[in-house]
């Protein structure tokens, strides 16, 4: 019944009245896919991005520390493949996926000349690709989007998925929705000049598919730690390359979240009412998933369900990826009281049940929904020191 072709476009119906008795049922089915890209340079993420954006007219929404960096080089390269891109910067930072910064993207769109099938195209970590994939998903119902991460945390987890979300300060991604990327397309050239920390931070997400999904990648990231930490390019590419394969893998099977018991949450219940609890920004997402599965895998050896050897080799990896492996690494002071307080709207929010995924084994997980408070305060003390955690 679609026809592209210009002219004048015939409809014609014959429907019938439907029965009495008859049940109204409306449906809806959507099966998307889109190709994730893994290329060594910053001119192949711009060639291949030429290539998506099909001579569709583009709208650039970027970090702005990325602006500084790349800017010129993307901007110039669209331009020289016929393009005329409108810019917006993004503030860096967490506190950027804001509502306040969805609105003032809307009404950038809004007097931009972008049509219904033109492309936004999203430059910068997560908070952008989330920001930007949310502003996206709501703009005239939603438009397409590409997503070019440029941190690690983005390229190994954030860019992939189609969950992208602002927060809110009773919760983490409390405003958000699922809307799929049209491509993604990640550069490890980008990340020659992210922070120290935000490399560690982007490890993170990497130990956390491979100890819920993958021990072939555990052993990859174990053997690597070193040359990943010195940023080897060709390490890089295969951390980046193997996490989104990964990841496609395990959301292909519940893309919509109909079931919310997902081992990709690892590490998440706890991290992300950590990043609430300190009021999104001093630390980062990463750095808050890294002791959020140390807690978790703590509730887990306390329940008897993995062995001492599971935590202890979490810590041992965390630590060399330099990332906090106990509340005192943490950059900053983690107030208990203040983050089973954000637990408890959390698990409020879930209509009551708190979901919490324990590791097993090395790809093998258990997802609970009977974590207590004081079972929470347990782990959380005996988390609290890096040498308590391995040792008790
Ligand atoms: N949607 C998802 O499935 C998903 C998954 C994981 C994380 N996330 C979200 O991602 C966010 C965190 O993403 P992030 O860690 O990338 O943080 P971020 O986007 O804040 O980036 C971290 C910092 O790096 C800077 N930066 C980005 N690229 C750079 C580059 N190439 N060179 C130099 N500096 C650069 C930014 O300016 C920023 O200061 C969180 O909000 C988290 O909730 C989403
Ligand atoms: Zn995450």
New binding site residues.
């Given amino acids: 019944m679609t026809s592209t072709a210009p002219g004048p476009f015939r409809v014609r119906d014959s429907l019938p009245l439907p029965a009495a008795e008859a049940t109204l049922i409306a449906g809806a089915e959507r099966h998307e896919q889109y190709r994730i890209d893994v290329v060594p340079r910053v001119e192949d993420v711009l060639a291949r991005a030429v290539e998506v954006l099909d001579g569709r007219a583009v709208a650039v929404f970027v ?4 602006e500084v ?2 800017g010129g080089t993307l901007l110039t390269g669209l331009r020289a493949a016929g393009h005329d891109p409108t810019v917006r910067t993004v503030p ?3 506190a950027s ?1 804001s509502l306040d910064q969805a609105l003032a993207a809307w009404h950038w769109l809004a007097e931009s000349q972008l049509a219904r099938r033109d492309v936004l195209l999203t430059v ?7 920001l930007g994939g949310w502003v996206a998903s709501a703009y005239m119902r939603g438009i397409p989007y590409v997503n070019l991460p ?2 690690l ?2 390229q190994v ?2 860019a992939v ?1 189609g ?3 602002v927060n809110h300060p009773v919760a ?2 409390l405003l958000g929705a699922f809307h799929q990327p049209s491509a993604v397309i990640a550069g490890i050239e ?2 020659g ?3 120290d920390r ?1 490399l560690c ?2 490890l993170a ?1 990497a130990i956390k598919k491979a100890l819920i999904a993958s021990p072939a990648y555990w052993r990859f990231i174990d053997d690597h730690a070193e040359r990943l930490r010195a940023r080897d390019a060709d390490a890089l590419l295969t951390l980046v390359r193997a996490a989104a394969a990964i990841k496609a893998a395990l959301i292909a099977r519940d893309p919509y979240e109909l079931d919310l018991r997902r081992p990709l949450n690892f590490g998440h219940a706890v991290g992300h009412a950590l990043e609430t609890a300190t009021g999104y920004g001093p630390l ?3 750095e808050a998933v890294a002791y959020g599965m140390v807690v978790e895998t703590s509730v887990a050896v306390r329940r008897g369900l993995a062995p001492h050897g599971l935590l202890d080799d979490l810590v041992a990896l965390l630590l060399r990826c330099g990332l906090p492996a106990s509340a005192d690494g943490l950059p900053i002071a983690a107030p208990q009281d203040e983050l089973i307080a954000a637990l408890d709207k959390v698990r409020l929010i879930r209509g009551g049940s708190l979901r919490i995924v324990l590791p097993v084994a090395l790809g093998e997980t258990l997802i609970a929904d009977d974590v207590g408070e004081r079972e929470l305060r347990e782990a959380l003390d005996a988390t609290a020191e890096v040498g308590t955690v391995v040792t008790q």
Avoid: P, Q, R, W
Avoid at 63 to 66: A, H, L, M, N, Y
């Fill in positions: 970090d702005e520390t990325v960096l790349y860096s930072g967490e996926k910068g970590g997560g908070v952008v690709t989330d440029t941190t945390l983005a987890d954030g998925g969950k992208v979300a983490k991604n980008f990340l000049s992210i922070g935000e931070a982007g997400e980062l997402h990463g």
